[in-house]
């Protein structure tokens, strides 16, 4: 009987080899009976373990379900996940509940019964925030200007901001607006474990930056900087009521409606001395009367 010569793809001859593989692998081996040679091979399969973690969340008390990919039955691994102070074994998709906030490191180690080895070791620190109702946030802010709203509830949740016009995204944690009028911005927040919560924002325009006004003219008749007037930033939607000057005894030296609003540096058709006087600009936006005061210099 002729005794067959066996060459693994490893290069050993011998009947039984011993490998190592890092992951499953078909191993080729040949079978050389001199008039013919077979030809197969043999896989080794190793287990696969990878722990998808996944963040905590949900009202206090909070949630925790991270999950375990294996291709190994359960019987042969030994499982153990810890989160905080509480600990499940054996599962494949635990299910946390604890009631601490702030720091808590989750983690799962996982052992093989059939050699002994460790398959996966893996720990997250974790930041639980209990999600909460905040109150309205106010803030007056510049026409035309770039905001950014930044809320207080931030995690893996979804966001539902109303109304959507003007904002760059309704569904992220910090949209962008331009401010063009006053407006409220209301915020629904859901994560994945049934836990809402609700913030709103009020934005007002700065009176103040609305109306540009010069500090100083020169009523000469030189038809440059004659007379003092005033200009509204791109995208005013108010309505100018009226303009006042003051002297310095604080008595008006001249008023003008909403039709025409400059001063020609005259008081009672005669020029007003040279020094400084006091303007007051009134005007309305949606219901709010506003007034802008400054001070303009005469330089002849």
Known sequence: MI????????????????????????????????????????LIETPF????????GGC???????????NAPLSDLNINWTFGDSSIVGLKNPDFTVYNEGFMTGSVKVLSNVCGSELLNKSELFELYPMSDQKQVDAEVQLNQEITIIPKNEGPFVYSWSPQINLSDASIFSPIFTARKEIVYSLIIKDEFGCTAKESFKYTIDPDLLIFAPDVFTPNDDNLNNTFSFITVEGF????????????????????????LIWDGKVKGKDAPNGQYLYVITYQIGDKIYKKNGKVLISR
Do not use: C, M
């Not at 793809?9 to 079978?31: C, L």
């Not at 373990?49 to 905590?56: I, L, W």
């Not at 008390?61 to 990919?69: G, M, Q």
């Open 237 to 260: 939607y108010g309505e100018i009521k009226k303009l006042e000057i003051f002297n310095n005894l604080g008595e008006i030296i001249h008023r003008s409606g909403s039709t025409e």
């Open 3 to 42: 005794s067959p010569k066996i060459r693994w793809e490893t290069g050993e001859t011998t009947q039984t080899i011993t490998v190592r593989p890092a992951e499953s692998k078909y191993y080729k081996v040949s079978i050389d009976y001199g008039v013919y040679t077979i030809t197969d091979s043999v």
């Open 60 to 70: 206090n008390p909070y949630k925790w379900k991270p999950v375990l990919e294996t």
């Open 49 to 56: 373990v990878k722990a998808e973690f996944s963040k905590p």
